[in-house]
């Protein structure tokens, strides 16, 4: 069974730039996570979406960050300006969850260095 | 206070030592427990749920004390494959969500 995809893997913008990434969750998974992980520290929560609604979007920086799940598969996360405190890997995630169990998977991460 | 904390270490052991990893979580409502490993510039993975009576997988063993709201990870007879970073997640359900709580991650390394 093919993992959460995520793209780009790698992306290095100049500040006040913009930049999307794009997540393809497991088949069949209803929620999707967005989550930022700064070195150093754990992930934390940005949005999380069941089917193609919010359930969760308490830690975006809605000034600058906004994502979205249109047809309740893929997602984006967009990030417009950037800032140098952005530097982090975005992961997706996915679960069954409410349909089943609360575990989540990750992707492989979208590195982001902002200069 | 954070939701979850854990000591962010390094711990460095030799291979065939015992090492045990503790983590707190502030709120008493949470409902499920994990430990994900994380190795260098990878995607965290889900290595163990813990149960409230206690679980044990191979060389892992994981615990939960509900009353003093700790999780601890013991592993046995670390090996260099061990080495990695290990996260406490907690979850906080509450209607219509299933918010994953991840501590900072407590840092292995096993030595020849």
């Known amino acids: 069974e093919a993992g959460v995809a995520q793209s780009p893997r790698y992306k290095i913008i100049e500040k006040r730039q913009s930049v999307a990434f794009w997540c393809n969750p497991i088949?069949?998974?209803?929620?999707l996570y967005w989550y930022q992980q700064i070195l150093g520290q754990g992930p934390k929560l940005l949005i999380q979406f069941q089917n193609n609604g919010v359930v969760d979007d308490s830690q975006l920086p809605k000034d600058r960050f906004s994502a979205e799940r249109l047809k309740g598969v893929d997602s984006t996360l967009k990030i417009q300006p950037a800032k140098l405190e952005d530097s982090a890997v975005y992961l997706c995630?996915?679960?069954?969850?409410?349909?089943?169990?609360?575990?989540?998977?990750f992707g492989e991460g979208s590195w982001l260095t902002v200069v | 206070r954070k939701e979850v904390e854990q000591d962010p270490g390094p711990f460095n052991v030799p291979e065939g030592a015992t090492v045990a990893f503790n983590c707190t979580y502030s709120n008493s409502a949470s409902q499920s427990f994990f430990w994900y490993r994380q190795d260098c510039r990878k995607e965290p993975k889900l290595l163990m749920s813990?149960?409230?009576s206690g679980n044990e997988d191979g060389r892992f063993t994981a615990q939960l004390n509900r009353a003093s709201q700790y999780i601890s990870l013991l592993i046995r007879d670390s090996k260099l494959s061990d080495s990695a970073t290990y996260l406490c997640?907690?979850?906080?359900?509450?209607?219509?969500?299933?918010?994953?709580?991840f501590g900072t991650g407590t840092r292995l390394t096993v030595i020849p």
């Open positions: 997640v907690v979850n906080k359900a509450r209607t219509g969500a299933n918010n994953l709580f």
């Open positions: 995630a996915s679960s069954l969850w409410p349909r089943g169990g609360n575990t989540i998977y």
């Open positions: 088949s069949g998974h209803a929620t």
């Open positions: 813990v149960y409230s």
